[in-house]
């Protein structure tokens, strides 16, 4: 009998976001708004009091919460999130136990298994650092190195993933994860969370979005089905 095990922050409204640095040196903070656009009490009226419904209103910036990036996200002649395939979203998936790091250091190639483990995989870090959300803390946190970027894609993952709000150094304005693996088609998805529970054992990694069309990113509901 398979158990799943939640890997998503639940989307909420005022949730934390990233935070993008201005040319000035300020920052935009992202959130999401979640409202009813039409209450219980209000929809009453239309349907003679005998039902009532609430329409909920949701406005997002799409990299938010957990959330998986497409190629697009990167490059504007690469495919979109409605052009992903499930296939590409269901994948056998490994954790990668890289507790115990620093903010802003570096995670380098020497914690992957070898090529042939994580063929064809979902790879996912576990920084742990999923104890800090809704936290200062969250915001300055470890990352995968160049050379950790680059032996992933020689070995031919399929998805990348991090429970921290980037996969990338946020000093590094090229940002090689994002560049060298969507540009190989091995999306990205960030803000994982429980990744703990799912050291050493089979599973089944799951992140399908929405399907929307010249959207560059888009919320999921990751989880892991362990049988």
Not at 19 to 32: H, L
Not at 143 to 167: Q, Y
């Given at each position: 009998?398979?158990?799943?095990?939640?890997?998503?922050?639940?989307?909420?409204?005022?949730?934390?976001?990233?935070?993008?640095?201005?040319?000035?040196?300020?920052?935009?903070?992202?959130?999401?708004?979640?409202?009813?656009?039409?209450?219980?009490?209000?929809?009453?009226?239309?349907?003679?009091?005998?039902?009532?419904?609430?329409?909920?209103?949701?406005?997002?910036?799409?990299?938010?919460?957990?959330y998986l990036d497409s190629p697009y996200h990167r490059y504007p002649e690469m495919r979109d999130i409605s052009e992903l395939l499930l296939e590409e979203l269901i994948l056998t998936?490994?954790?990668?136990?890289?507790?115990?790091?620093?903010?802003?250091?570096?995670?380098?190639?020497?914690?992957?298994?070898?090529?042939?483990?994580?063929?064809?995989?979902?790879?996912?870090?576990?920084?742990?650092?999923?104890?800090?959300?809704?936290?200062?803390?969250?915001?300055?946190?470890?990352?995968?190195?160049?050379?950790?970027?680059?032996?992933?894609?020689?070995?031919?993952?399929?998805?990348?993933?991090?429970?921290?709000?980037?996969?990338?150094?946020?000093?590094?304005?090229?940002?090689p994860a994002h560049s060298w693996l969507l540009k190989k088609n091995i999306l990205v998805v960030e803000n994982l969370c429980n990744l703990a529970g799912l050291i050493g054992k089979?599973?089944?990694?799951?992140?399908?979005?929405?399907?929307?069309?010249?959207?560059?990113?888009?919320?999921?509901?990751?989880?892991?089905?362990?049988?």
């Open positions: 009998m398979s158990r799943y095990i939640d890997l998503s922050h639940s989307l909420e409204n005022g949730m934390p976001a990233f935070r993008m640095r201005n040319p000035d040196g300020t920052s935009t903070q992202f959130s999401a708004s979640i409202k009813p656009f039409l209450t219980h009490e209000q929809s009453k009226p239309k349907y003679d009091s005998k039902a009532a419904f609430e329409i909920t209103e949701l406005n997002i910036h799409t990299s938010v919460g957990t998936g490994i954790v990668i136990d890289v507790r115990g790091r620093k903010p802003f250091e570096p995670v380098g190639p020497e914690v992957l298994p070898l090529p042939e483990v994580m063929r064809g995989k979902a790879v996912l870090f576990c920084f742990g650092w999923d104890a800090h959300w809704g936290k200062e803390e969250y915001y300055s946190y470890p990352f995968i190195s160049r050379d950790c970027v680059e032996t992933l894609i020689a070995a031919g993952v399929k998805i990348a993933g991090v429970d921290t709000i980037n996969i990338d150094d946020n000093h590094d304005p090229e940002r089979e599973f089944r990694f799951y992140c399908v979005p929405v399907k929307g069309k010249k959207v560059a990113a888009m919320p999921v509901r990751a989880f892991g089905e362990v049988q």
